[in-house]
Structures are given as structure tokens and as C-alpha cells.
């Protein structure tokens, strides 16, 4: 059974910075494309950072230059370290895999197969 599990997520003030994790299990992703979503209430899961198995990224322009993804093959696990963090980063951040493709890259919802259960991000003012 492939699970993918988030870590990480907590309260934090504007300006602060976290950093999330996620583990993969069950298979190997270390030639599949990894990323993180995000989703507020009420509002549409949206991509915030991806990633190939080659190292190429993709970031959402409400993110880029504050948050940084990377990833660690041999322990199958992909980062997401958020600097600067706004009100408007609140959301349930939800870890994201396409095992479809490899050396593909993630872009939308339909683009993953697995998802994580999701961690609590909560940027207070």
C-alpha cells in the first residue's frame, strides 16, 4: 500500500517560516515527479511547488521566492521549506506524486495519482 505522509504543519505568526516533509511508502517515487498542493476552505486545491525526479521545479507566483521544494531519493521523501509566510499561505497542505509518469512533472490536480492526507498550515496576524 502506497501512502504518502505529511509532517510538519503547525501556527506560525506572518514572517515566520516551516518546513514540511513528506515520506513516501509502499514504492519508490525516486523517478516520478513530487510536489505540494494546497487548499483553502472554500476555495480550489492549487499547486504550490513540484518537482522531477531530475531536480527541474515549478512554483506557483504566489510562492515563488519564498518557498523552496526539494527532495531526498534515498529516503523518498520530498521538503517544502516556506519563508516569509503570509496570512493568505493558510491552507491544508497536501503532499502530491504521479507515479503515470517518470521524469514527467506536476502541474494540476489531474497530473497526481497519490496524495497525502494533508497538514494544517496556519499563518496568524
Known amino acids: 500500500q502506497v501512502q504518502l505522509i505529511e509532517s510538519g504543519g503547525g501556527l506560525v505568526q506572518v514572517g515566520g517560516s516551516l518546513r514540511l516533509s513528506c515520506a513516501a511508502s509502499g514504492r519508490s517515487f525516486s523517478k516520478n515527479p513530487m510536489g505540494w498542493f494546497r487548499q483553502a476552505p472554500g476555495k480550489e486545491r492549487q499547486v504550490v511547488a513540484t518537482m522531477s525526479s531530475g531536480g527541474n521545479t515549478y512554483y506557483s507566483d504566489l510562492v515563488k521566492g519564498r518557498f523552496t521544494i526539494s527532495r531526498d531519493h534515498a529516503k523518498n521523501t520530498v521538503f517544502l521549506q516556506m519563508n516569509s509566510l503570509k496570512p493568505e499561505d493558510t491552507a491544508l497542505y497536501y503532499c502530491?506524486?504521479?507515479?503515470?509518469?517518470?521524469?514527467?512533472?506536476?502541474?494540476?490536480?489531474?497530473?497526481?495519482?497519490?496524495w497525502g492526507q494533508g497538514t494544517q498550515v496556519t499563518v496568524s496576524s
Open positions: 502530491a506524486a504521479d507515479s503515470r509518469t517518470e521524469y514527467g512533472m506536476i502541474y494540476y490536480v489531474p497530473d497526481v495519482n497519490y
